[in-house]
């Protein structure tokens, strides 16, 4: 990864922000890969905690699997809750997983962008960078049916 050597700090209400002229990908993917490579290690790694026999784990999962089945709430609403609570607790591997479980249904980008404006206003500025991956990672999804 190239390293820049251009940069300054400036104040913003007494907090020293680093400014940079380097910018990189968040994950050095080339577009198209960030969903394969994320199912491939999330398998990957599923397979492993699952294979431990572990009965809280399995109980978990399955605790998992049962909540976001239909209800109540339809699995979309769910799905949706999911992606903006995520969100607020800045968990990208789950934002990413819930953003393919939204795109599996049928969520439109209109909803997945209102979803956002909750998600950063509950959350506040802090998941301002989450939001920018799962739009990067959105678009992705989508890139792929189209």
């Known amino acids: 990864m190239k390293s820049s050597s251009k940069f300054f ?12 002229d380097n910018i990189t990908s968040f994950n050095n993917l080339q577009m198209g890969e960030q969903v394969e490579k994320f199912n491939a290690y999330r398998s990957k790694m599923n397979e492993k905690i699952l294979a431990s026999d572990n009965k809280v784990m399995k109980r978990i999962y399955s605790l998992d699997t049962l909540t976001y089945q239909e209800g109540a709430l339809s699995t979309k609403t769910k799905e949706m809750i999911g992606l903006a609570t995520s969100m607020v607790l800045r968990c990208d591997d789950c934002v990413k997983y819930h953003l393919e479980k939204c795109m599996e249904q049928g969520v439109t980008t209109d909803e997945i962008f209102e979803l956002f404006g ?4 509950v959350g506040g500025t802090i998941v301002i960078p989450h939001t920018r991956r799962a739009v990067e990672y959105w678009e992705e999804l989508n890139n792929q049916i189209n």
Do not use: R, S
Request: charged residues 10%; hydrophobic residues 70%.
């Open 9 to 20: 700090f400036i104040d913003i209400f007494g907090f020293k922000i680093l400014i940079t």
């Open 118 to 121: 909750v998600a950063n206003l």
